[in-house]
């Protein structure tokens, strides 16, 4: 049998063979187990969908889908103020003058345009920042109510004190005007306050920040009215709200309405991380034509553009401070350091020592660069805030004290307010005077209509509308609500819904006494208008705005002076016999 001899490959080639077969051999042993694991897992899912096509069914040439379109922001309108003839502001203010720095100036152009713009952009918080919540003082309610029975209940009520001036009078609890401020803080900011710790740590809280006359500032809990930190106590007669930093910033802006033993009366500008008092003003100022006279029973406004403090006194100067605020939050550290300090007076020619006084005690409102406010002489004042030349001013009688409220109507601002009966004025103690109330137009002064009540008055506590108009939104948005003391009868009070159209009477009520307090009204989440009303006989009511139904009352023990408001459905107000109470609407 033969032999076949297989030829032998070189010894080099036989190497690169076996290597090759190895490489060849581990590749494919690997794509075996990723055949095999695919096999095993899930399928993997599509990629989303840029957008989702709309269903078959809505295709239709004859019914496209509407785009759409974001709801356009209300335009503000000019505001140009002027005089007519009747409202030239020679008529009745003698002279004026501005002081910048000390200094008083020929003229005077700012150097920042203040520029105020519609109510709810003013302080977009939760809560209340000032006398009537913003710059058109048109609200103290915040947020909707829930109002399934119509009734008020007591949630909580906490004990105040009272002041001995230095004259021996004596000033308890809280008073005219009195209204709180509240606000939920930033759990982040709360941590870096002098607050207890429960209330650093709760995950919300609302707190209520109150002035009143026994020289104190209480904190507390909305909900529980316990106290959420140390009372601040400034020794002083608080009677104003005072007003809190629009911008979130912690700052309390807080005048005093009386001298006190320890010193004369002025306005603090207080740190709210820790309480202390970070600048001071207004006391005995100089550049005053009223003498020795300085309190503040206004509640300031602040520009949040600009950075301006703009504060009205009984003294009868408007003071306009640039502040160069700083803020660091991560270290609980703001700061204050006024640099450019303007000062504006006036004297009226009714003006004197004994009467139609000098002074705003009322709380200004400011749209689109001007000012109006009005004073204790009879004057209600428009002021362009770039120049502080009078616009208009209009002849309002009396000592005016309640607050001008404004109401853009198709684009045009009106100003509705009145004024009260000084004795001895216009009419002897033992008489009665004409109580009008006004709507004005804020362009020319011009007044539109007028609705005269006749009032009794006493020295000190006087009739005519010392309380601050409550004006009507949704529901309510044809009427006025107004607080008219000392009518029909010389202890009566009168609560009066007027038409803003016409100036006729739509209903009224009659109290057995009088009030002074300013009537709040809060709505539904249907837009139901419901009226939180208090007297001087302390008596809280809830009224319904349309009908005028009673829905119920409940009696806080005392003199209810001060204006409430309101945080959801919580009333919050404090009275002359020393308490302040938390009252729930249900």
């Known amino acids: 049998m033969s032999q076949t001899h297989l030829k032998t490959p070189p010894r080099g080639k036989t190497a690169l063979n076996i290597v090759l077969a190895l490489i060849f051999v581990a590749l494919l042993a690997v794509l075996v187990l990723i055949v095999i694991k695919i096999a095993d897992s899930e399928p993997l899912a599509d990629p989303a969908p840029l957008f989702t096509p709309p269903l078959e069914e809505n295709l239709s040439s004859e019914t496209p889908v509407p785009e759409e379109t974001p709801e356009p922001k209300p335009v503000l309108p000019e505001y140009e103020p002027y005089a007519v003839d009747s409202t ?43 006398f009537r919540g913003n710059n058109f003082r048109d609200s103290a309610a915040y947020g909707t109510a829930n109002i399934e029975n119509g009734k008020l209940v007591n949630a909580w009520s906490v004990n105040t004190s009272n002041l001995q001036a230095p004259n021996g009078e004596v000033w308890t609890g809280s008073g005219w005007v009195g209204q709180p401020l509240m606000m939920s803080w930033p759990k982040e900011l709360r941590a870096k306050m002098n607050m207890y710790e429960w209330a650093k740590e709760a995950e919300s809280l609302t707190e209520v920040i109150y002035a009143t006359m026994d020289g104190n500032v209480y904190f507390l809990d909305l909900a529980t009215g316990n106290k959420t930190r140390d009372n601040l106590y400034l ?59 300085s309190f ?32 660091d939050v991560e270290n609980g550290i703001v700061s204050v350091e006024p640099s450019n300090i303007v000062k504006w007076r006036y004297y009226g020619v009714r003006t004197s020592s004994s009467q139609y006084w000098l002074g705003m005690e009322d709380s200004a409102v400011i749209f689109r660069g001007h000012l109006i406010m009005s004073d204790n002489g009879g004057n209600l004042m428009c002021l362009d805030l770039s120049t502080l030349q009078l ?46 109330i006004w709507k004005i137009d804020a362009v020319t ?25 409550a004006m009507g939104k949704n529901n309510l948005s044809d009427l006025i609500f107004v607080p008219v003391a ?21 209903w009224e009520i009659q109290t057995q006494v009088y009030s002074w307090s300013s009537p709040v009204i809060v709505y539904d989440s249907e837009g139901n ?36 408001a309101v945080y959801n459905n919580t009333v919050v107000v404090g009275t002359r016999a020393q308490k302040i109470w938390g009252i729930n609407i249900s």
């Open 88 to 130: 030239k502001p020679e008529n009745y203010i003698q002279s004026t003058a501005v002081q910048v720095n000390g200094e008083i100036v020929e003229s005077y152009s700012a150097k920042d345009i203040i520029d105020f713009g519609f109510p709810q952009d003013y302080a977009n918080l939760p809560g209340i920042v000032t």
């Open 529 to 564: 208008g419901y009226i939180v009303y208090c007297t001087a006989g302390g008596y809280m009511y809830l009224i319904d705005g349309r009908t005028k139904n009673v829905l119920d009352s409940i009696n806080l023990g005392g003199n209810v002076e001060a204006s409430p």
């Open 391 to 436: 616009k208009w001013v209009q002849n309002v009688l009396d000592d005016t004290n309640c607050t001008p409220v404004l109401e853009l109507e198709d684009g045009h601002p009106y100003i509705y307010t009145s004024t009260s009966f000084r004795a001895g004025w216009r009419a002897a103690y033992n008489q009665t005077a004409t109580i009008p």
């Open 445 to 469: 002064g011009e007044i539109i209509w007028q609705k005269d009540y006749t009032c009794y008055t006493e020295d000190g506590v006087s009739g005519g509308v010392q309380g601050t108009l």
């Open 296 to 327: 503040f029973d206004g509640s300031p406004l602040v520009d949040a553009e600009t950075d301006q403090l703009i504060y009205p006194g009984e003294n009868g100067i408007l003071y306009i401070i640039k502040l160069n605020t700083k803020v």
């Open 235 to 293: 020794g002083f007669t608080f009677k104003g709200a005072g007003a809190l930093d629009p911008r979130g910033y912690p700052i309390l802006y807080l005048g005093s309405g009386y001298d006190s033993y320890k010193g004369s009366s002025h306005v603090f500008v207080i740190n709210l991380f820790d309480c202390s008092v970070m600048y001071e003003f207004g006391g005995q100022d100089s550049f005053s034509l009223r003498g020795k006279l």
């Open 486 to 506: 000392r009518t029909p009868d010389p202890g009566t009070g009168i609560l009066a819904a007027i038409s803003k159209e016409t100036g006729e009477v739509v």
